[in-house]
T-cell receptor, first 115, second 113 residues
Framework: DGGITQSPKYLFRKEGQNVTLSCEQNLNHDAMYWYRQDPGQGLRLIYYSQIVNDFQKGDIAEGYSVSREKKESFPLTVTSAQKNPTAFYLC??????????????FGPGTRLTVL | SQKIEQNSEALNIQEGKTATLTCNYTNYSPAYLQWYRQDPGRGPVFLLLIRENEKEKRKERLKVTFDTTLKQSLFHITASQPADSATYLCARTSGQAGTALIFGKGTTLSVSS
């Protein structure tokens, strides 16, 4: 059963702590993405990766870090430098089309709350 | 900046009517526009993609148009049902491989029976 999974579904963090959100896909997609969604807001891009061992910053990368050591996995670390981390985090993946226009497949999301 | 705007935050219609959602873009002509459905607490699900050289695309009760003169895409759901109630997101992307999407804030559609 192919798909993209995120864990945990809910995550609570104390201020000053780093936390890592997991994202795994078995769709054999080259590209993976992390978005953040706040209430009443659209999705905003944090980081994306088109190939293993390479990734690019999105619009709101400050306070976040990622790694892409395996094609299937793209974990996101929310560091203590992120001033307002409470949000709904979505991971997505897609194939790479030379002409672009790739639809994205999203995971179920992780809701992070800072206590 | 390459903005994408969805004019209405909420749209309420009666069952059986056609829902029409609007997506406008500025400053940059996207090669593609995509529409996603998002249910509360869940990830978005892809619905339709339309290319800049296409006027219209259909899928079952869904229809999307792309007007490069007006810089606008319209998303229609015909014969709407309460199960169509959700937030619908418009997203743009360039013609380059693997580039990320830029999303609008979404329009929340409520279909009453």
């Amino acid at each position: 059963d192919g798909g993209i999974t995120q864990s945990p579904k809910y995550l609570f963090r104390k201020e000053g702590q780093n936390v890592t959100l997991s994202c795994e896909q078995n769709l054999n997609h080259d590209a993976m993405y992390w978005y953040r969604q706040d209430p009443g807001q659209g999705l905003r891009l944090i980081y994306y990766s088109q190939i293993v061992n390479d990734f690019q910053k999105g619009d709101i990368a400050e306070g976040y870090s990622v790694s892409r050591e395996k094609k299937e996995s793209f974990p996101l670390t929310v560091t203590s430098a992120q001033k307002n981390p409470t949000a709904f985090y979505l991971c997505a993946s897609s194939i790479l089309l030379a002409e672009g226009g790739n639809e994205q497949f999203f995971g179920p999301g992780t809701r992070l709350t800072v206590l | 900046s390459q903005k994408i705007e969805q004019n209405s935050e909420a749209l309420n219609i009666q069952e059986g009517k056609t829902a029409t959602l609007t997506c406008n873009y500025t400053n940059y002509s996207p090669a593609y526009l995509q529409w996603y459905r998002q249910d509360p607490g869940r990830g978005p699900v892809f619905l339709l993609l339309i290319r800049e050289n296409e006027k219209e695309k259909r899928k079952e009760r869904l229809k999307v148009t792309f007007d490069t003169t007006l810089k606008q895409s319209l998303f229609h759901i015909t014969a709407s049902q309460p199960a169509d109630s959700a937030t619908y997101l418009c997203a743009r992307t360039s013609g380059q491989a693997g580039t990320a999407l830029i999303f609008g804030k979404g329009t929340t559609l409520s279909v009453s029976s």
